[in-house]
Nanobody
């Protein structure tokens, strides 16, 4: 069974940095897209950044060069480096994996992690 486990959230001051990590565990052959979404209280879940296995990247409009997504396909791991954090970046950040191909099984869609809290406050 494929599971996503996030780490790296926490409390940071405005202007600070955090690095999130997400590892996909299980017997996995490949994962087409891995990325991050976030949800603040009272808001809908929104795209932060996603990256394909081949390296194509899509960022949410609010990122504006502050965040960088990367992944290690061999380790089924995706990272999110967040710099110049603002109070409005406060949210639960969710790891997402799509078109996951387990070994000996069919493609699976839309796996989510449990979420990690990021709080930006002085």
């Amino acid at each position: 069974q494929v599971q996503l486990v996030e780490s790296g959230g926490g409390l940071v001051q405005p202007g600070g940095s955090l690095r999130l990590s997400c590892v996909a565990s299980g017997s996995i052959h490949s994962i087409y897209t891995m990325g991050w979404y976030r949800q603040a209280p009272g808001n809908e879940r929104e795209l932060v950044a996603v990256m394909t296995e081949g390296g194509e990247i899509n960022y949410g409009d609010f990122v504006k060069g502050r965040f960088t997504i990367s992944r290690d396909n061999a380790k089924n791991t995706v990272y999110l480096q967040m710099n110049s954090l603002k109070p409005e970046d406060t949210a639960v950040y969710y790891c997402h994996a799509d078109w996951v191909l387990p070994i000996g099984a069919s493609y699976e869609r839309h796996h989510w992690g449990q979420g990690t809290q990021v709080t930006v406050s002085s």
